[in-house]
Structures are given as structure tokens and as C-alpha cells.
């Protein structure tokens, strides 16, 4: 059973168009849209839960159709049995925080000490007990996203809709709580759909990925995969650490194949593309930042995929260094680890060999239609 | 949205508002286009109506015309200026400068609440009326000086009046703008070399123009939609503007199409200055001197010019607040008004014009629809307000955008000019002459004010607090009432106030649609003085007064509340 279908969502705003066309199915976890602001990432979620009526298409919730703009359904969002974090949490200002969470369980008439019992449960899921007669405003951000995600989860819907909701917190609570919003939506057992424009909080919470641009889904798939195998330009300079360049395959041989890289003064590269339909033709390389090498010595004469490369400049990141390497017409970024041994600027005139290993490369055909 | 979208859409809920707010906006437009097409026909009403422009005709014959249009445009300009000009200058002195006594001026915003208008008319008229004025007698009894300096019933006379009554609503404009003034603004000023009075000159005041300009555009509107000035001081000095000219025509020709026809005229002008409004209000945007940041203004040490700036406090807390108070309060307590009477205070003193006035069943009616409307229409215009807004800006309802215009529409109609449609409309029908014509007056004319506050707010209230309720399981009914109702209980209650205050204190739009045996307590105090009982009409304002700073001060000390007009 898919606890989600879309099928064919479109939403076009005056000229903008938000949702093309969007199609996809779910089953059960947490699934992140991900993507640059005004992607259509947010008017997904929000056609999803019925805040949003898309111009054209279906969506459904634990193959219930909630939505069919061509079919005349159109549930409202108060009886689609989902709960909805939003980026500001929402949290009511006039009420505390046991008649915030207690809000949809009151509106279901449910007998009183039911309703007490529910709540308290889940506020001490949330690390909230013993703060539910404060208001709002007393409660630091942390404390009221955990407030907004109680109030999410009373239901026990069979989904919930989160919108940004680490956005507007600090950069170091922003990861603690990462963690812990996947271990609670774990712990609880229902599913998420997420959205982020942070492609590390995506990696870190969730299952599988959508990645969003122009509002088109580009790529659907686990964090690895689209780390590791990124089907498209945009996916792989957005996800970052990675450098981008065009190249032309010249060769291809059972899983192997030769590429020639103009912007690296056509020098060629090996690289394995299990995966890859063409024999020939333009293609864009993707090359990890983190996956490379980078010495002042030449490597041994049999390494394969060795470049010389003058240094540029050094970043200093703490745990990591970023090393930027002119590379014929092109700068490489080159990541190392601390206990990687340091290149330098200025030695030797700066010249410096960089092997690049064949799995921190990854092909991109080049689609035939751009 | 497509067709089909759309469709789906009005679907869901969102019916009651749509029908509350269509119901209220079926009543605020009808009385504005019974006024139009009442202007293009001629004949008596309830008989055969002709369509045609002899009411334009009429009223552009009227050689009186262009001295009215000129009457309007100087009482409305002069006034304004005034008022805002003091008002300006009284903003920066408590803003910017080291003047003593300067707390003085800091009480003003809560005196318009506590001064019925058509007291500070009484208050003026007393003082400086050519013949019996308390002031052209002194002047004769101490100076021998006998020709009357001072005469109420003329231009400038009618200037002073509603300049003063001006003043607030400047000081109010321009305060915060010299309060939370950017001094860097100045100190680059200072650094570039320039003097104090050169900045204040070439920069303070300059960036202070945006809001100089709106303040001055509403206090313009303000004038020319004013009736007390105009009837009390205008008319009896032969001095005619369109709001006197369409008052005579209703209350002593009863024609209704001459008196529209005048309205319309006044409406057209009313909408050319809402449109400088508007325009001066983004001027001002554009400007935006006023950031979020918290600043500490700099208080400027003047010299001994802060003598000349206390001198100019003192002489506005005279003339503007402390002496028509205590000219009302004294006259009110004496026999009979003369100024042989005034000036033996206080040794007639006695509460017989209150024992008069609290026998008079015309007052005591008066009194008793006044406040019980008043607090009606609070309620109702604020409520139906909210729903109104949360139509426009809530529900999903296609072509809500209507009712932004429709609810503001009221404010480019003079009170009276909507009286007088209200007239038009209820003449020969049982509820002429009931308080529900009059009730439904005061809700036109005020209708406005709630809605735009309304609105406002909604607008500041964060839509995902609503989603959230929606998304959670509420249908629109638990929005409304669990949500948006209980986050605008601060803006609702400082609407109702408001409203409560304006409407218990209102003669323009009560004026034509009073009669005997249903009186309204202003109006009563109008006709008082209109037919020479002035003691009388001072204790009946006093009155007014006493039950004004009790509402004051319950809302202040009670709700906490906070005033700013």
C-alpha cells in the first residue's frame, strides 16, 4: 500500500509555474523534498495536506483520493487526518501548551481524561513534561517545535507534513534536533514527508530524497544514491561538494569508459560507469570534492587519473581543509582531512599532482531535449 | 486557478462569511447609490421620478456656488494647517528639545476622546462670539476697546475652531517620526559640518515633510467633512460651505435632489483628497526614515529659546484644552449665559441647569438612545468588521477582493451626505423615525473604521496560525471563533472603544434622522444651542463630558488600555 500517490500535479501561478506536471508514489519512512527556494517544494506539501488546490492532478493518502481536480474531489484539510509542522511552528499564541496539542483531540470530542492522558503522553515523548500549562512566548525555539510536532503527532495520523521546520533555528541546535526529529518520527512509527532546502538535514533525516528545481522532480532516491550517483547537473552542484565539468566520452568498455575534459586541457580520465547507456558523445563529469588526492610528489607511474595542478589557495574548515587547485581552465576544490598531510601554497612554485580515484567520478549524459 | 480548481474550491465552507459579509455590503452600498441616482432625478419622491441633471443644473446656477467651493477649500486648508503645523511643532519640541513644562503636551492625545466636538464649537462660540463673547467683553470692560476684535462667526473664527481640534491628530502624525528618527541621519549631518538649526532645517525637517503631508491631507478631509463648525459658526456668519448648503437643504427645504446633488459634489472632492491621501501615505513609505531598530533620540539643548517653546506649550494647553473646558464648566454652573452673569462667578453658582436639563425628556431620551446605540453599534460594526475581513483575507471564496472596496467606501461619504441617503431611503416607511434608521446611520458612517482595523490586524496575524488550526481539524467556525477572534481580542477592543466613543458623541449622521420623541443626546445639545438655551446645552455637555472620563478611565485603568486616536 502507498501512503502517498501523486499523480500529475500542476500548479501554475499567474506566469510561474510552481508544480509541473509532479508525479510520484511513497510507501512508508521519511521522504524529504529538497531544493532551492521557490522550487515548488512547499506548494507540494501544502497541495498535499489541502492547503494548496493544484490546477490539475491527483494526490492520495493511504489510497483514499484526497484530491482529483478532474475527478471533483477535493477533501478540505480538516478531514484528511494528517498532522502539519510549519516553518513558524504556528503555535497558538492565546492558548497553553496542553490546549495547543489538545486542540484536534477537543474538536473530536473526546472525553476529558482521555484527552489528558494523550497529551501528557505526548508531551513527555517530546521532552516537554511538566511545561504544559506554559504559554508560547515563555518557551525557547527548540521547546516550541517540539510543542508544534506534539501537536502534529496526537492524532497518530498515518502522516505528517513537516515545512522547514529546523529553518528557524540555530545552526547548532538545528543539528541536534535533526537527530532527534528522526528518532522521534521513528519511535512513534508513522511517516514524513519533509521539506528542506539544506541538503545535509535531507541526507541526515530521511530515507529517500526528491529532488526539486523549477518544479520538476529531477531525481527520487535513497541520500547515497543521489550523493554517490546524481542523474542530473542541477542535483549534483546543488548537493555540492563536488566540482562540475562538461566532457565528452570517447570510449566505453564493459563498465569503463574514457572521458575527455576540454576545461582540463583535454586530458582524459577513466572513470566506472556501471550505469551508463552511451558509448559516446558530451556528457557532464561530476568529481567529489572529498574523494581525491592531492600530493606535491608525482604519484607512482601506474596510478591512473593523475593531473598537474598549481595551488590556488587553502581554506582552513577545522576538521577539514579545502584546496583549491588550477587545473588547465578550471579550479578543483580538493577536501582533505585533518590528518591528511598538509599541501602547501607557495612551495615548489606551487605545482602539485592530483589523482583522482575512479569512484569520485560520476557521469551525466547530457540529455538530448536541453 | 482554473475553472474547475475554483469550483472545488468554493466548495468548502466559507459559505456563512461570504453571505454575512454580502448581506453587510448590500447595506453599506445601498444608501451611496440611492444618493447617485436620487442626484439625476427630480420630482417629488414616493410619485413619478424623472431622469435628468436639473438637480447639476441647479446647483451650477448657483451663483453662490463658487464662493462656497472657495469657503470649503480655505476652511478646510486653513484648518488643517493650523492644526498640523501646531501640532508638528508641538511633536518636536516634546521630541527634540530640553522645553520645561513639556509633559503638558503629552496628555493631548486622550483629550480629543474627552471633548465631544460639537462642545468645543459651544466652548468658541462663547468665548468669542462678536457680541455676547466673554472675550470681546473683557476687552471692552478693560480695555474700552468696543468694535469686537474677535467674532466666532467668521472664517477665521471657524479656522481657530477646528484648527485647534486639529492639533492632535498632527502631533500624533508627527511624533513618532521625531521620535525614532535615525540620528545617524543627523550626526552624518554634524560631521559634514553643518549647525544645529542648519540640520534641523535641511534635514530634520525635511524627512519629517512625508509625514507633515499626510496628517495635513487627513486633517483637510477631516475639515471638510466637519458639520458642527460649518452649521454653528458658519451658517450665522453667512459663510457657506457644501455641508451647511446640504444640511439647508434637507432640514429646511426637505430636497432630497438638490441636497444630493450638493453631496455629490462634496463626495467628489472627498475622494480627490482621499486620493492625495493615499498617494501621501506611500510618499512617506518611500521615505521611511522609521526602521525597527530601538534609537535613543538626542534631546537638542535650544538656549534660551526654550523659553519661547515653553511660552508655545502653555499657550496651546490654554487655548487648547484648559480654557473651553473651564468656559463650559463655569457657564454651565451660572444662571443664564451673558457676560455681566459670567463675570460675577462664582457667586451665583448652582446646579440648576442640570436639574433643567435632567427633567427634560428630550434630553433624558436622548441620553438613554445615545449610549444604548452607541454600545450596540460598537459591537455590531466590529464583529461584522472582522467577519468581513476574515472573508477578504481567510476563506477561499473567488472576488472577496469586492468588499475591501465596498467596506471602505463609506469613508469617501461626509456622515451627513449618508444620512441623507438613509433618509431618502426610509421616508413613508415604518422605520423612518425609529432607532433602527438611526442605528443603521451609525453603522454606515463607522463601518469603515472597524473594518479597516480588522483588517489590518488579520492581515498582521500570521495565516499559518489558521492553517494550523485547519490542517489539525478544524472547520471554518472553529477558526474563526478558536483562532482569529481570541488573537484579535487587543485590536478588537481598542476598535470598540474607539467606535463607542465616536458614535456616543455624533450629530452628523443623527442630525437628519432624529425627530421628537426620538432624540439623540448630541443632536438635543445642538437644537439647545441652536435656539439659545447655552447654559443648558453646557451642562448637557458637561454631562456628556463626565460619562466620556469614566469610559476613559474604565478602559485605561481596567483593560490597560493604551490611546493613540
Redesign the interface.
Known amino acids: 500500500m502507498a501512503i502517498l500517490k501523486v499523480e500529475g500535479v500542476t500548479k501554475v501561478y499567474k506566469d510561474l509555474k510552481a508544480l509541473d506536471n509532479v508525479s510520484f508514489e511513497f510507501d512508508t519512512g521519511i521522504l524529504s523534498f529538497l531544493g532551492p527556494s521557490g522550487c515548488g517544494k512547499t506548494t507540494l506539501l501544502r497541495s498535499i ?3 494548496e ?4 492532478g491527483a494526490i492520495s493518502i493511504a489510497d483514499k483520493v484526497q484530491t482529483s ?2 475527478g ?3 477533501i ?9 509542522v ?3 511552528y ?5 492558548m497553553t501548551v496542553f490546549k495547543n496539542v489538545a ?2 483531540l477537543n ?2 470530542k473526546l472525553p476529558a481524561d482521555q484527552i489528558r492522558r494523550r497529551v501528557l503522553a505526548c508531551l513527555d515523548l517530546v521532552g516537554l513534561g511538566g511545561r504544559e500549562e506554559r504559554y508560547p512566548s515563555q518557551l525557547s525555539g527548540g521547546q516550541q517545535q517540539r510543542v508544534a510536532l506534539a ?2 503527532i496526537v ?1 497518530e495520523p498515518r502522516l505528517i ?1 513537516l515545512d522547514e521546520p529546523l529553518s528557524n533555528l540555530d545552526a547548532k541546535l538545528r543539528e541536534e534536533m535533526r537527530v532527534e526529529l528522526k528518532k522521534l518520527i521513528k519511535k512513534v512509527g508513522i511517516s514524513a514527508l519533509y521539506v528542506t532546502h539544506d541538503q545535509e538535514e535531507a541526507f541526515v533525516i530521511s530515507d529517500k530524497v526528491i529532488v526539486m528545481n523549477a518544479g520538476k522532480i529531477l531525481q527520487y532516491d535513497t541520500p547515497d544514491e543521489l550523493y554517490s550517483h546524481p542523474s542530473d547537473p542541477f542535483v549534483a552542484s546543488f548537493i555540492g561538494h563536488s566540482t562540475l565539468v562538461e566532457g565528452k566520452v570517447i570510449k566505453a568498455v564493459g563498465g569503463e569508459c574514457v572521458v575527455q575534459i576540454p576545461e582540463f586541457g583535454n586530458a582524459t580520465l577513466i572513470c566506472a560507469a556501471p550505469k551508463l547507456q552511451i558509448s559516446s558523445g558530451p556528457c557532464s563529469v561530476v568529481i567529489k570534492n572529498g574523494d581525491l588526492r592531492l600530493s606535491h610528489e608525482n604519484f607512482a607511474a601506474d596510478t591512473i587519473n593523475v593531473l598537474e595542478g598549481t595551488m590556488v589557495s587553502r581554506e582552513y574548515r577545522g576538521g577539514l581543509t579545502d584546496h583549491r587547485v588550477q587545473i588547465g581552465a578550471k579550479e578543483v576544490v580538493v577536501t582533505s582531512h585533518r590528518l591528511c598531510p598538509m599541501i602547501s601554497v607557495d612551495g615548489e612554485s606551487g605545482k602539485v599532482f592530483l589523482c583522482i580515484e575512479k569512484s569520485a567520478i560520476s557521469l551525466i549524459p547530457q540529455r538530448a531535449s536541453l | ?2 475553472w ?2 475554483n469550483r ?2 468554493l ?3 466559507s459559505l456563512f462569511p461570504l453571505c454575512a459579509s454580502t448581506v453587510a455590503g448590500i447595506v453599506i452600498i445601498t444608501p451611496v447609490l440611492v444618493i447617485m441616482w436620487r442626484s439625476f432625478t427630480s420630482g417629488k419622491m414616493g410619485f413619478t421620478v424623472d431622469l435628468n441633471v436639473t438637480n447639476y443644473l441647479r446647483v451650477f446656477a448657483d451663483k453662490d456656488i463658487w464662493p462656497m467651493l472657495n469657503n470649503s477649500l480655505v476652511y478646510a486648508g486653513g484648518s488643517a494647517l493650523l492644526g498640523t503645523g501646531l501640532g508638528g511643532l508641538l511633536a518636536w519640541i516634546v521630541a527634540r528639545t530640553n522645553t520645561p513644562g513639556k509633559g503638558l503636551v503629552e496628555l493631548m492625545p486622550l483629550y480629543p476622546l474627552l471633548m465631544p466636538p460639537i462642545m468645543k464649537n459651544i466652548a468658541w462660540i462663547l468665548l468669542l462670539a462678536p457680541k455676547s463673547g466673554i472675550l470681546n467683553g473683557m476687552l471692552e470692560q478693560f480695555l474700552g476697546i468696543t468694535y469686537p476684535v474677535f467674532n466666532a462667526f467668521s472664517m477665521a473664527g471657524m479656522i481657530w475652531t477646528f484648527g485647534i481640534a486639529c492639533v492632535p491628530l498632527g502631533y500624533l502624525f508627527l511624533l513618532p517620526v521625531f521620535l525614532s528618527f535615525d540620528p545617524s541621519l543627523e550626526e552624518s549631518a554634524y560631521i559634514a559640518g553643518s549647525r544645529p538649526v542648519h540640520t534641523m532645517l535641511k534635514i530634520t525637517f525635511p524627512l519629517a515633510l512625508p509625514a507633515f503631508i499626510s496628517a495635513f491631507v487627513l486633517n483637510f478631509l477631516r475639515a471638510l467633512r466637519s458639520f458642527e463648525t460649518p452649521v454653528l459658526q458658519g451658517t450665522p456668519g453667512n459663510i457657506k460651505v457644501f455641508v451647511s448648503r446640504v444640511y439647508d437643504s434637507m432640514a429646511l427645504e426637505f430636497n432630497t435632489g438638490l441636497a444630493t446633488a450638493y453631496s455629490v459634489v462634496l463626495v467628489i472632492l472627498s475622494i480627490i483628497t482621499l486620493y492625495f491621501y493615499v498617494r501621501a501615505t506611500r510618499f512617506s513609505e518611500r521615505y521611511a526614515t522609521i526602521t525597527g531598530k530601538g534609537y535613543r533620540v538626542r534631546v537638542i539643548d535650544i538656549g534660551p529659546w526654550k523659553y519661547v517653546t515653553f511660552a508655545a506649550v502653555c499657550l496651546y494647553f490654554l487655548a487648547g484644552i484648559a480654557i473651553p473646558f473651564v468656559v463650559l464648566i463655569v457657564v454651565s454652573i451660572i444662571p443664564y449665559f451673558d457676560y455681566e452673569t459670567f463675570m460675577t462667578f462664582p457667586s451665583h453658582m448652582g446646579l440648576n441647569n442640570y436639574r433643567t436639563v435632567l427633567r427634560h425628556a428630550s434630553f433624558l431620551n436622548g441620553l438613554r438612545n445615545s449610549v444604548l446605540l452607541s454600545v450596540v453599534i460598537a459591537v455590531v460594526t466590529v464583529f461584522v468588521g472582522i467577519v468581513m475581513a476574515f472573508t477578504i483575507h481567510r476563506t ?1 471564496a473567488v472576488g472577496t477582493k469586492i468588499f475591501e472596496f465596498i467596506g471602505t467606501l463609506p469613508l469617501a461619504f461626509p456622515p451627513l451626505v449618508l444620512s441623507v441617503g438613509l433618509v431618502i431611503i426610509f421616508v413613508g416607511t415604518p422605520l423612518y423615525n425609529s432607532l433602527w434608521a438611526l442605528g443603521l446611520g451609525l453603522f454606515v458612517a463607522y463601518f469603515p473604521y472597524a473594518f479597516r482595523n480588522a483588517s489590518g490586524a488579520i492581515v498582521n496575524i ?1 495565516k ?2 489558521d ?9 471554518w467556525r ?1 477558526v474563526f471563533f ?2 482569529t477572534l ?2 484579535l ?1 487587543p485590536a478588537v477592543g481598542g476598535a470598540l472603544f474607539y467606535i463607542f466613543i465616536e458614535a456616543i458623541r455624533n450629530v452628523d449622521v443623527a442630525v437628519l434622522l432624529t425627530a421628537p420623541g426620538l432624540e439623540y443626546g448630541p443632536v438635543t445639545l445642538f437644537e439647545y444651542f441652536r435656539v439659545g438655551q447655552w447654559a443648558e446645552a453646557a451642562a448637557g455637555g458637561v454631562i456628556y463630558l463626565i460619562i466620556l472620563i469614566v469610559a476613559v478611565s474604565v478602559a485605561k485603568f481596567a483593560f490597560k488600555m493604551k490611546f493613540s486616536l
Open positions: 495536506a489541502g492547503l488546490i493544484p490546477d490539475a481536480i478532474e471533483g474531489v477535493l478540505p484539510p480538516y478531514s484528511r487526518e494528517i498532522g502539519f510549519f516553518q513558524n504556528a503555535l497558538w499564541p492565546h486542540f484536534s474538536l473530536r501537536r502534529s492524532l507534513l | 486557478m482554473t474547475k480548481a472545488l474550491a466548495r468548502q465552507g477561499r500570521h499559518e496560525l492553517e494550523a488550526a485547519w490542517v489539525h481539524g478544524a472547520r472553529h478558536k483562532v481570541p488573537i481580542k
